[in-house]
């Protein structure tokens, strides 16, 4: 088959999307399938096919966009701010897809829910849709809309993004989801029905990431210190602030610890801030973006995720692999994968105390900290099997052709262009 990986999101970046689609890519290429990669750049501005170089420039896009979405037409498109961009972008991405072109693909596989909406839009009728969400956009807006997007008018966002968040997960043949706790979600709150939901483990390539780990770098681990380590974004939902705090509390009763904090984002300036505010330039160390995580996670003791919201994050995945005791916030999809006090500690999100209790913890017994990590690591070698996650999502691939095939889901949308 010849399969289109497209994403709403910038492509390449750093994140478990990005790593899902690469590995997805490499694995299917293996077993003798095309595969072709879509989505913003890096930019987050044009359009990009990855794997043929080719882009589509969001400057030949946007005249056309504004003299259709002007205020005379469309003004309640102008009521919110972010959702007047997030119009722009998404149909922007739908422009960019269709100029690429859809129908030399047997089926398309999304991995959000507005690519979903925008190539359920413009693709051939006879191609098949798969999608996979690796997280609910709308709680994560919903979020946002209390912080960094707040303003007098959110609600106009919060019901454009809901509306999304249901279109996306209804676009497609079949979407998959990691969890029950997305599955419940889509259900409940958006009342996704449920026949059109499978529950799909992720699969992940444990040997080449094992192999990964001994590919040394230039970062030394430090004499006497047991490492702590983040990798992730650096964004306000991922909660490193309260890793700081709980950090600053750790300092005052004991110093045979670095923390590595590995990834940028929209947060790094702060988070260095407050750092450096708080007297722990010595013991944290942004470490930024990197090619070397499996290494720097094989060399870490502690592995940890403060996170406010999460699905199924891969950072998780590959710490369980390394064999590392893990302290991930009681949210979202990590209780399904994280058995408390089993394979890892679960801790209540946004509380530095009880964050702060659970590293000195496992700083403290060694013992617990080997059996937790020895743990996770026989649990996820047998759970993450990439094997089997193929061979799963490959039978939902047939069943979307057939679906397809006969003329199930196939009532087209409207199109404003």
Not at 135 to 145: K, N, T, Y
Not at 379 to 389: F, L
């Amino acid at each position: 088959m010849k399969i289109l990986l497209a994403t709403y999101w910038p492509i390449p970046h750093l994140g478990g999307v990005w790593n899902y689609m690469t590995q997805l890519k490499n694995k299917l290429e293996l077993l003798g399938h095309e595969v072709d990669m879509l989505g913003y750049d890096e930019e987050n501005l044009d359009i990009y096919l990855v794997n043929e170089g080719k882009k589509v420039s969001r400057d030949k896009l946007l005249p056309l966009l504004q003299a259709k979405l002007n205020t005379r037409n469309y003004p309640e498109i102008y009521e919110n701010k972010l959702v007047e961009y997030t119009e722009f972008q998404r149909y922007i991405f739908e422009l960019g897809a269709a100029y690429f072109g859809l129908d030399k693909y047997d089926l398309i596989h999304t991995q959000d829910v507005i690519s979903t909406a925008c190539i359920d839009r413009i693709r051939p009728r006879h191609i098949p849709l798969v999608a996979t969400l690796h997280g609910s956009v709308a709680h994560e807006i919903h979020h946002q809309l209390t912080t960094i997007h707040k303003s007098a008018n959110s609600y106009i966002a919060k019901a454009y993004y809901d509306e999304i968040e249901k279109n996306g997960a209804t676009s497609s043949e079949i979407t998959i989801v990691a969890n029950n706790w997305l599955k419940n979600i889509l259900t409940d709150e958006f009342k996704v029905a449920d026949k059109q939901i499978k529950v799909l483990r992720y699969g992940f390539d444990t040997e080449n990431f094992i192999k990964q780990m001994k590919v040394k770098s230039h970062i030394s681990s430090p004499r006497n210190k047991k490492i702590i380590i983040y990798t992730g974004r650096l964004t306000d939902l991922k909660g490193v602030q309260y890793l700081l705090t709980a950090l600053s509390k750790l300092k005052k009763v004991r110093e045979d610890w670095v923390c590595w904090i590995i990834g940028s984002g929209t947060e790094e300036s702060k988070l260095r801030i407050k750092s450096k505010v708080l007297g722990l330039e010595s013991h944290v160390h942004f470490l930024g973006k990197r090619d070397d995580v499996p290494y720097l996670l094989a060399k870490s003791d502690i592995y940890v995720l403060p996170t406010l919201l999460e699905n199924q994050p891969l950072s998780l995945i590959e710490s369980q692999i390394a064999g590392k005791a893990a302290i991930v916030s009681d949210v979202g999809g990590l209780p399904e994968m994280v058995e408390h006090k089993v394979t890892g500690l679960l801790t209540p999100p946004a509380d530095s105390d009880m964050l702060y209790e659970n590293l000195n913890l496992l700083l403290s017994n060694e013992q617990l900290r080997k059996n937790l990590g020895s743990n996770a690591k026989k649990w996820g070698m047998t759970h993450w099997s990439i094997d089997q996650g193929i061979k799963s999502l490959l039978e939902v691939y047939q069943e979307a052709i057939s679906m397809r095939k006969n003329g199930e889901q196939d009532v087209p949308n409207d199109s404003i262009l």
